[in-house]
């Protein structure tokens, strides 16, 4: 069966550090892939999306990879602050861009 | 812009009985399409719905159903409440289309228990 692994359910890094997260999936072959913030109470937030046939994709302080042949993507803030603490979700996509398999989500602290 | 909007944002139902969650979907948005959000089995995919039309189905029993009207505004509805149905049901709105990798926007969700 789908599965999609976040790599911990919590990450703890220090403010300026960059925070790395990971996001393994089996029995899948995604057309794309896409990460979200979200916050307690709150639903999720799109933040940036990488394709199949793309390396990498970036965004201010944020970098995604996706590496079809390890199934795997990383997702990168770098000079991470406080206000990045949040849980992070990867989800993957097929087809019809609304059904998305999530994973757990890691949450992320950031300490000054 | 308005973003998608979800009533009521919080409700608390018996065992037994029905809910309806509605959904506003950012304004030129066609598909709607719905989740449930729980502690254990994390985000996971009800339904979908673009142009009235249901077109993709998630793994839930046929208690849980939808629709959506001509202005895109969409329902889901419970019928026979169990206490597993407590979750954060969270509704996403997509432009259009079948083009894969479109941005889907999140409502910030109606939390339901049930007692």
């Known amino acids: 069966s789908q599965k999609i692994e976040q790599n911990s359910e919590a990450l703890n890094i220090q403010e300026g550090k960059t925070a790395t997260l990971t996001c393994n999936y089996t029995n899948y072959s995604p057309a794309y892939l896409q990460w979200y913030r979200q916050d307690p109470g709150r639903g999720p937030v799109f933040l940036l999306l990488?394709?199949?046939?793309?390396k990498e994709k970036r965004k201010e302080r944020l970098k995604v990879t996706f590496d079809t042949t390890l199934k795997q993507s990383l997702f990168h803030i770098t000079a991470s602050q406080p206000a990045d603490s949040a849980t992070y979700l990867c989800a993957l996509g097929t087809g019809t861009a609304s059904k998305l398999t999530f994973g757990t989500g890691t949450r992320l602290q950031v300490t000054l | 812009k308005a973003g998608v909007t979800q009533t009521p944002r919080y409700l608390i139902k018996t065992r037994g009985q029905q809910v309806t969650l509605s959904c506003s979907p950012i304004?030129?948005?066609?598909?709607v399409s719905w989740y449930q959000q729980t502690p254990g089995q994390g985000l996971q995919f009800l339904f979908e719905?673009?142009?009235?039309?249901?077109?993709n189905k998630g793994n839930f029993p046929g208690r849980f159903s939808g629709r959506q009207f001509s202005n895109s505004r969409s329902e889901m509805n419970v019928s026979t409440l169990e206490l597993g149905d407590s979750a954060l049901y969270l509704c996403?709105?997509?432009?259009?289309?079948?083009?894969?990798?479109?941005?889907?926007?999140f409502g910030e969700g109606s939390w339901l228990t049930v007692v």
């Open positions: 719905y673009f142009s009235e039309t249901q077109r």
């Open positions: 304004s030129g948005h066609r598909s």
């Open positions: 990488i394709r199949e046939n793309e």
């Open positions: 996403a709105s997509s432009p259009a289309g079948q083009d894969s990798g479109n941005t889907i926007y």
